[in-house]
């Protein structure tokens, strides 16, 4: 599987994927700590390729984060660092 940052705004990251097997999920990975945080996003789950906007979580702290792919716990994928500011949404989008 692969997975590229393809940029982001002040709601989420934009990803390309491809090959990815049914039921991955999105995670952001603090790139300091290797803290985990699952996103609610439920757009790499149907596998394949395509493109998604991966909403960041609620209360996701300012830092450098990668975005990985995981399936069971295991991960698969991850694109490049980015930067999160932390700042809102303070609510999920629509």
Same mark, same amino acid.
């Given at each position: 599987m692969i997975i590229n940052y393809t940029g982001q705004d002040a709601t989420g990251v934009g990803v390309q994927f491809v090959d990815a097997p049914t /039921?991955? $999920?999105?995670?952001?990975?603090?790139? %300091?700590? /290797? $803290?985990?945080?699952?996103? %609610?996003?439920?757009?790499?789950? *149907? /596998?394949?390729? /395509?493109? *998604?906007?991966?909403p960041f979580p609620v209360g996701l702290p300012a830092g450098d984060y990668f975005l990985a792919a995981q399936l069971s716990g295991q991960k698969l994928a991850q694109t490049v660092k980015f930067h999160a500011t932390g700042e809102p949404p303070t609510e999920l989008p629509p």
């Open positions: /039921g991955v $999920r999105a995670v952001f990975v603090d790139a %300091n700590t /290797g $803290r985990s945080t699952m996103s %609610n996003s439920d757009a790499l789950e *149907a /596998g394949g390729a /395509g493109t *998604a906007t991966i």
